[in-house]
């Protein structure tokens, strides 16, 4: 399996002040393309800062990361959103989606960029909203929705480009069971489609279905536990 993700001795402090909080203390991570990686750790470890460089949302203080065989470390915050936007799909806890907008032009936004044209945009975000479950919701504000059909609109979003990787960041954190159920549900589908996908959780229950399982105190990975897979099901 290629190497799509690679991070190593990745160091991230914040600066406050006079005050200097480290939050990754020398990571070293490769994640293979097409992996199911769960990552798991207690409060206040590093896990959204991981997610946040690994997403190119942030630049680490030291360390070096590449993406497809591309350092990612040190480039411009420029060239760096661009990347964002071809390559990674994101996916945060408290949905993030724009409240004066609707649920379709929502979705759309991240092919502003593209250089779509408005007739290909629609249909590209009617397409993700329709696998999503969601096509009977097009012209909804957010508000005028469920937490789960949310987090739904803001998976259509991640998925909109066919990015490569798809991050998410506790993203049954603020749903019920079930509705947490249905959004694991639409990761695996995804992951069985060919994506790689990287997903920050509590639930024991997704980390057992993980490729790999990474855990993660005090900024430093304790351990990584691989799943071994069997011929008939490896490469999926
Ligand atoms: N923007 C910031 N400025 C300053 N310190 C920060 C910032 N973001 C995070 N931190 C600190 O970095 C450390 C790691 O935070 P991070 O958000 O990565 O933890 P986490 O593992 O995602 O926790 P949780 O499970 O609560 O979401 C914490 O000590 C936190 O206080
Ligand atoms: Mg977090």
Redesign the pocket.
């Known amino acids: 399996m290629a190497e799509l993700i690679k991070v190593k001795a990745l160091k991230?402090e914040?600066?406050?002040g006079k005050i200097t909080?480290?939050?990754?203390n020398g990571v070293d991570i490769t994640i293979n393309e097409g992996e199911f990686v769960a990552i798991m750790?207690?409060?206040?470890?590093?896990?959204?800062?991981?997610?946040?460089i690994l997403g190119c949302l942030d630049t680490p203080t030291a360390g070096f990361y590449s993406l497809e065989n591309e350092e990612v470390s040190n480039m411009k915050k420029s060239k760096l959103a661009a990347i964002r936007n071809k390559q990674i799909g994101f996916v945060f806890?408290t949905f993030n989606l724009l409240p004066h907008m609707n649920v379709q032009k929502n979705v759309e936004l991240p092919l502003m960029y593209g250089g779509y044209s408005k007739r290909k945009r629609s249909r590209m975000a009617k397409k993700v909203l329709s696998e999503v479950g969601l096509s009977e919701r097009l012209k909804h504000k957010p508000s005028e929705l469920s937490g789960g059909q949310r987090q739904r609109v803001a998976i259509a979003r991640a998925i909109v480009n066919d990015p490569a990787i798809i991050l998410a960041?506790?993203p049954t954190g603020n749903l019920d069971t079930n509705s947490g159920n249905d959004i694991l549900g639409i990761f695996s589908e995804l992951h069985a489609q060919g994506h790689t996908i990287i997903i920050?959780t509590?639930d024991s229950y997704v980390a057992k279905r993980a490729d790999k399982v990474i855990n993660?105190v005090d900024?430093l990975i304790q351990e990584i536990e691989e799943t071994q897979k069997t011929d008939a099901t490896a490469g999926n």
């Open positions: 991230k914040y600066k406050m909080v480290p939050a990754l750790g207690p409060s206040g470890s590093g896990k959204s800062t991981l997610m946040h806890q960041d506790e920050v509590h993660i900024g």
